[in-house]
């Protein structure tokens, strides 16, 4: 049973590329059954990594494109750890769990989570819920350097502002007349201007 | 007439349906005083029922709770920032109610390493364990494996904090990683680690099991250090306050009978019985008895005076969280400590007639500079 359909466009065709899925799962039988499962709709599982000492170089090594883990496995603090603590490259996750309602599937990926697979779900679903959550998680993260960038644009011109009104008092300039000196002087130096407007403040402070 | 009770023309007798109220932990020490108010039936006094459930995993209970499969939380207090600001994917906002416990975390060290530092008496000083870094760095020895619980926990942050107080760059000089506490004493005993900062009682466990030696407590780090918090889901709070205030009135009671030292015994029967079947009862009370490997703790794990939620501590690690990089820019520190909210307690306690607990010292300086 999945209860993933909303955002699912079930009429979506998978794609043929083998998806190289790393499964994370203690209990030894349910992971046969997922592995089956996500081998049946052309998933490729790298390596099932249960219960073992060394996850985080399990994970690297094995070159898993999304990683497969039950929401309950003792591992995951340890996988959350990767990116966190590591500055591993984060990769998408896709929990599965025994049960949950409907609703709390809903809060999942409202709060953020990739997907969210219920076991018994039908093998044939199990590969388009991945590739979702892949997509999810790629929008996610573009969108998360989008906003860093916009920051730093914004941090860059604040920086210009306060190296222009140096440059006002200094020379007892003009705005507009202050800008162009920091841009011939950037243009002089072949710098950015952000560059030497850092140089100018960074000159002010000293 | 009994049968006046049963008449529809009576519904104001008829006791509203009262839903469960799910709260989640992680099987160790400082989860007793939602144990205890279980055992003791202070839940029950406070008209709630409760179901308690053991958590395998901090990103487990997390999920559980931000999803709406838990309505409260045993939680480390940096993961409510964490989850205030959307960290690891997961953004939801819960409602700090009390504090549940300070202290009672150690830092254990392999018997080798313990070995390599010489003798030493705890609390072991972060400048003998930087020269033993660097003495090792210069030998051109691998570098040491320490373990933490969570990326966002307080072992992390004040591990970190002591690390760098040694002279140390945590994300350089070590190796940092995460290991579920029931885990640590046999990783140590593999040698997968070196050591662990981690609650009770896996300190002592691994003390008793011969395979490490206590050498700190996060005590000794900060004293009186604010530890895991009862949060509570936000939607939860929003469509049921009373219940909120009733089940943070039963944790505060619970901290109270805590601070008896006549109950402790039994309070690590109830924690052996609940969380720690396989334990001794002799590591479970060591944590309630203030002591590690047979000396007393300077600042020990305490209930009482930990239970109102303080802001200006938990900033503390905020500060951390960004000292270490973990805390994207563009959060302000009021959305990131939104979480912490005193009114539940208040209420709580008037009920309980529980007066406002002494003001703790101040955190440490955001950064020690290495002597």
């Given at each position: 049973m999945?209860h993933a359909?909303?955002?699912?466009?079930p009429?979506?065709?998978t794609?043929e590329?083998q998806?190289?899925?790393?499964l994370?799962?203690?209990d030894?039988?349910?992971a046969?059954?997922v592995e089956?499962?996500?081998?049946a709709?052309?998933c490729t599982?790298v390596a099932?990594?249960?219960?073992?000492k060394?996850l985080?170089?399990?994970v690297?090594d094995?070159?898993?494109?999304?990683?497969?883990c039950g929401?309950?496995?003792p591992s995951?603090?340890e996988?959350?750890?990767?990116?966190?603590?590591?500055?591993?490259e984060?990769?998408?996750?896709?929990?599965?769990?025994?049960?949950?309602?409907p609703?709390?599937?809903?809060a999942a990926?409202a709060?953020g989570?990739?997907?969210y697979?219920?076991?018994?779900?039908?093998p044939?679903r199990v590969?388009?819920v991945?590739?979702v959550a892949?997509?999810?998680?790629?929008?996610?993260q573009?969108l998360?350097?989008?906003?860093a960038?916009?920051?730093?644009?914004l941090?860059?011109?604040?920086l210009?502002?306060?190296?222009?009104?140096?440059l006002?008092?200094?020379?007892?300039l003009s705005?507009p007349?202050?800008?162009?000196?920091l841009?011939r002087?950037a243009m002089?130096r072949?710098l950015k201007?952000?560059a030497v407007a850092?140089?100018?403040l960074?000159?002010q402070?000293? | 007439?009994?049968?006046?009770?049963?008449a529809?023309?009576?519904?104001?007798?008829?006791?509203?349906v009262?839903r469960t109220l799910?709260i989640g932990?992680?099987?160790l020490?400082?989860?007793?005083?939602?144990?205890v108010?279980q055992e003791?039936g202070l839940f029950d006094?406070?008209g709630l029922?409760?179901a308690l459930?053991a958590?395998?995993?901090w990103?487990a209970?997390?999920?559980?709770?931000?999803f709406?499969a838990?309505d409260?939380?045993?939680l480390?207090?940096?993961m409510a920032i964490a989850l205030a600001?959307?960290l690891?994917?997961v953004?939801?906002?819960v409602?700090v109610?009390?504090?549940l416990g300070?202290?009672g975390?150690?830092?254990?060290?392999?018997?080798?390493?313990?070995?390599?530092?010489g003798?030493f008496?705890p609390?072991?000083?972060?400048?003998?364990?930087?020269?033993?870094v660097r003495?090792r760095?210069?030998?051109?020895r691998?570098p040491l494996t320490?373990a933490v619980?969570?990326?966002?926990?307080s072992?992390?942050?004040?591990?970190?904090h002591?690390?760098?107080?040694?002279?140390?760059?945590?994300?350089?000089d070590?190796?940092?990683t995460v290991?579920p506490?029931?885990?640590v004493a046999?990783r140590?005993?593999?040698?997968v680690i070196?050591?662990?900062?981690a609650?009770?009682p896996?300190?002592s466990?691994a003390?008793?099991?011969g395979?490490?030696?206590i050498?700190?407590?996060?005590?000794?780090i900060?004293?009186?250090?604010?530890?895991k918090?009862?949060?509570?889901?936000?939607?939860y709070v929003?469509r049921d306050?009373?219940?909120?205030?009733a089940g943070?009135?039963?944790?505060?009671?619970?901290?109270?009978?805590?601070?008896?030292?006549?109950?402790?015994?039994e309070?690590?029967?109830?924690l052996r019985r609940r969380?720690?079947?396989?334990?001794e009862?002799?590591v479970?009370a060591?944590?309630?008895?203030?002591m590690?490997?047979g000396?007393?703790?300077a600042?020990p794990l305490?209930?009482r005076n930990?239970t109102?939620?303080?802001r200006?501590?938990?900033?503390?690690f905020?500060?951390?969280?960004r000292?270490?990089g973990?805390?994207?820019?563009?959060?302000?520190d009021?959305?990131?400590?939104?979480p912490?909210?005193?009114?539940?307690?208040?209420?709580a306690a008037?009920r309980l007639?529980?007066?406002?607990p002494?003001a703790?010292?101040?955190p440490?300086?955001?950064?020690?500079?290495?002597?």
């Amino acid at each position: 049973m999945i209860h993933a359909s909303a955002w699912m466009d079930p009429s979506r065709k998978t794609q043929e590329t083998q998806l190289r899925v790393l499964l994370v799962d203690s209990d030894p039988d349910r992971a046969a059954a997922v592995e089956a499962g996500l081998t049946a709709t052309g998933c490729t599982v790298v390596a099932i990594a249960a219960g073992t000492k060394e996850l985080t170089r399990h994970v690297r090594d094995s070159g898993a494109e999304v990683i497969v883990c039950g929401l309950d496995d003792p591992s995951r603090d340890e996988l959350e750890s990767m990116s966190a603590l590591h500055r591993d490259e984060p990769r998408p996750v896709v929990l599965f769990a025994e049960k949950a309602e409907p609703e709390q599937i809903e809060a999942a990926l409202a709060a953020g989570v990739s997907a969210y697979v219920v076991e018994g779900m039908a093998p044939q679903r199990v590969r388009p819920v991945i590739e979702v959550a892949i997509r999810r998680f790629r929008a996610h993260q573009a969108l998360r350097e989008e906003l860093a960038e916009a920051r730093q644009g914004l941090e860059e011109r604040k920086l210009v502002d306060r190296a222009k009104a140096v440059l006002m008092q200094r020379h007892r300039l003009s705005e507009p007349e202050a800008y162009r000196k920091l841009r011939r002087m950037a243009m002089d130096r072949g710098l950015k201007v952000v560059a030497v407007a850092a140089s100018i403040l960074g000159s002010q402070d000293a | 007439m009994p049968l006046d009770t049963e008449a529809p023309s009576r519904p104001t007798l008829r006791r509203p349906v009262l839903r469960t109220l799910r709260i989640g932990f992680v099987p160790l020490t400082d989860a007793a005083p939602l144990l205890v108010a279980q055992e003791l039936g202070l839940f029950d006094s406070v008209g709630l029922r409760v179901a308690l459930s053991a958590e395998s995993s901090w990103a487990a209970l997390r999920d559980k709770l931000a999803f709406g499969a838990l309505d409260a939380a045993h939680l480390l207090g940096p993961m409510a920032i964490a989850l205030a600001a959307g960290l690891a994917g997961v953004k939801a906002q819960v409602v700090v109610a009390a504090g549940l416990g300070a202290n009672g975390n150690t830092v254990t060290l392999s018997n080798s390493l313990a070995e390599e530092l010489g003798r030493f008496t705890p609390p072991l000083s972060a400048a003998a364990f930087g020269a033993l870094v660097r003495r090792r760095a210069q030998a051109g020895r691998r570098p040491l494996t320490i373990a933490v619980v969570f990326p966002y926990s307080s072992h992390n942050y004040l591990l970190r904090h002591w690390l760098a107080a040694g002279g140390l760059d945590p994300d350089r000089d070590l190796r940092l990683t995460v290991v579920p506490p029931p885990m640590v004493a046999q990783r140590l005993a593999e040698g997968v680690i070196d050591g662990f900062c981690a609650g009770e009682p896996w300190g002592s466990q691994a003390a008793a099991l011969g395979v490490g030696r206590i050498a700190l407590s996060t005590g000794d780090i900060w004293p009186n250090h604010p530890e895991k918090v009862l949060a509570f889901a936000a939607d939860y709070v929003a469509r049921d306050p009373d219940s909120a205030t009733a089940g943070t009135a039963a944790v505060i009671a619970a901290a109270r009978w805590l601070e008896e030292p006549a109950n402790l015994a039994e309070a690590a029967a109830i924690l052996r019985r609940r969380a720690f079947p396989r334990l001794e009862r002799g590591v479970i009370a060591a944590a309630f008895e203030g002591m590690a490997e047979g000396l007393p703790l300077a600042a020990p794990l305490s209930f009482r005076n930990a239970t109102l939620p303080r802001r200006e501590q938990a900033a503390w690690f905020l500060r951390q969280m960004r000292r270490w990089g973990h805390l994207p820019a563009g959060i302000s520190d009021s959305a990131a400590l939104a979480p912490w909210r005193q009114d539940i307690w208040r209420a709580a306690a008037t009920r309980l007639r529980e007066p406002e607990p002494p003001a703790p010292p101040p955190p440490p300086a955001d950064r020690l500079e290495h002597a």
